[in-house]
């Protein structure tokens, strides 16, 4: 499960500045002309009863939720983290000081969009900062046993280097971990083993607000190349074609043991909730109207029809989703399926498309009815078909979301946040993502529940 949003995730492909160009004469004016730029919030906006509304989690976080959003669309995944500041801000532990978190640095639109510049600015030097060193110590597998001195070296300056710019304050280090995994994958080392390698390495020997001394980094330097072979060193990503992540996802889904899931045993499958809260319309109140105000308000027309059509007992199938998307996307007719393969998470995934991929998505969509499931696992399953279906060109993680919204509603229920649904991306080949969404649409409905009683 990803964390879309946040920078925590991000491999080495995603933040190499060698891929990714970027001026930052311009930054100022892209990010003015951005739409969370023409929507900053404000305390002292009368539409917003701060008795009623918690700022920081309502207010401040989906505006800057929704300004990440717009910064990896325009330049890509790596932005994902110029709000990866100091200690215990937005997302702990990171190299960024000119950001805290909504609730202190947003202030004035002047003062707040100053701000974000610096803070993508200063989120950028630092990448370009460990490119400089990664190249700094070029090692090379064929003299590695010779030369691991200096893998041991590379890897020591590297963990004093991050231990410096975030100030070894909170959590700090898991951004360096993952520094030290970048450090690995630039120079061959395969993913999975440079994950491994850097979690025995540091096995906890980092602490918060404790800065290492050279003894300690010393240690796991020693810890993190010992092991390394020159076999471990001559990893290139395959270059073959990608395979059908649709029929993945299909093998999967029939994996997944969904019926046991526990809405039946703690509550969650027991009757309608109406929170005071509407979390679905909320978020495309504050997120979405922050990327673009046409987008919340096709959302929430689409939101209405949802609900009218499962109050009337539609049936779930593609002709549904395609009226719900027609507003959307702001089509003038319903959007059509797609005509050829989709790609999706920068191209990582591929969907394909075939003369049987309609009636097989009506056959997933008309499995959201069976009632042997719990409530929150259809609804997650669903949510994902429509994603790894992808019917539209456009769009489809918002189909998606209305899809399991369509669900609940159907069972009379609505949830007070969809927060923890919405941030994440799932892989389709991971049966473990599927468990992960159905415990965070389980997680929503106990709390809408609990906030209704």
């Not at 100022?28 to 002292?44: E, F, K, Q, T």
């Not at 994996?255 to 979390?279: F, K, L, N, Y």
């Not at 319309?281 to 046409?294: C, G, L, N, T, W």
Request: aromatic letters at 10%; charged letters at 25%; hydrophobic letters at 40%.
């Amino acid at each position: 499960m990803l964390n879309t949003l946040h920078p925590t995730d991000l491999t080495w492909d995603d933040v190499d500045p060698a891929d990714h160009p970027f001026d930052p004469a311009s930054v100022a004016g892209v990010i003015r002309s951005l739409g969370p730029a023409r929507r900053v919030p404000s305390r002292l906006d009368p539409a917003i009863d701060l008795t009623r509304v918690n700022w920081a989690w309502e207010v401040a976080k989906p505006w800057s939720d929704a300004m990440t959003h717009v910064l990896m669309e325009r330049y890509g995944r790596w932005a994902a983290g110029w709000r990866w500041s100091l200690g215990e801000g937005d997302v702990d532990g990171g190299p960024v000081g000119n950001w805290c978190c909504g609730s202190h640095s947003i202030t004035n639109p002047e003062q707040t969009l100053d701000r974000v510049v610096a803070a993508l600015c200063e989120w950028r030097d630092w990448l370009e900062r460990l490119a400089e060193w990664f190249e700094a110590y070029p090692l090379d597998p064929e003299t590695l046993d010779a030369d691991r001195i200096l893998w041991e070296r590379a890897a020591r300056n590297l963990i004093l280097q991050v231990a410096d710019r975030t100030g070894a304050e909170s959590g700090w280090y898991g951004h360096c971990r993952q520094v030290l995994e970048w450090f690995l994958g630039y120079w061959g080392v395969a993913p999975e083993p440079a994950e491994r390698l850097v979690r025995q390495a540091v096995a906890g020997r980092f602490k918060s607000w404790t800065a290492p001394d050279t003894v300690l980094a010393d240690e796991v330097a020693e810890r993190l190349v010992g092991p390394l072979r020159p076999q471990d060193i001559d990893w290139s990503p395959d270059p073959g074609e990608l395979p059908d992540h649709l029929e993945r996802w299909l093998a999967v889904r029939e994996s997944v043991p969904w019926s046991d899931g526990a809405d039946g045993e703690d509550g969650t499958d027991s009757g309608p909730v109406t929170p005071a809260r509407d979390g679905a319309a909320e978020d495309f109140r504050f997120f979405d109207a922050a990327v673009d105000p046409a987008r919340a308000a096709g959302l929430l027309t689409a939101l209405e029809l949802v609900r009218a059509d499962a109050a009337r007992g539609a049936v779930l199938d593609f002709e549904l989703l395609r009226g719900w998307q027609q507003h959307v996307l702001g089509t003038p007719e319903p959007p059509p399926l797609r005509t050829r393969p989709a790609f999706a998470k920068g191209g990582e995934e591929r969907y394909g498309i075939g003369p049987d991929t309609r009636a097989r998505l009506d056959a997933c969509l008309a499995q959201a009815a069976d009632g042997r499931i719990p409530l929150a696992a259809r609804a997650a399953r669903v949510y994902l078909d429509v994603c790894f279906f992808h019917p539209f060109d456009d769009g489809n993680a918002r189909a998606a979301l209305l899809t399991l919204l369509f669900v609940l509603a159907r069972a009379g229920v609505t949830l007070d946040s969809v927060l923890l649904i919405r941030r994440f991306g799932y892989r389709a080949d991971d049966p473990h993502d599927a468990l992960s969404l159905c415990r965070s649409v389980e997680i929503h409905l106990r709390q809408s529940r609990a906030a209704a009683q």
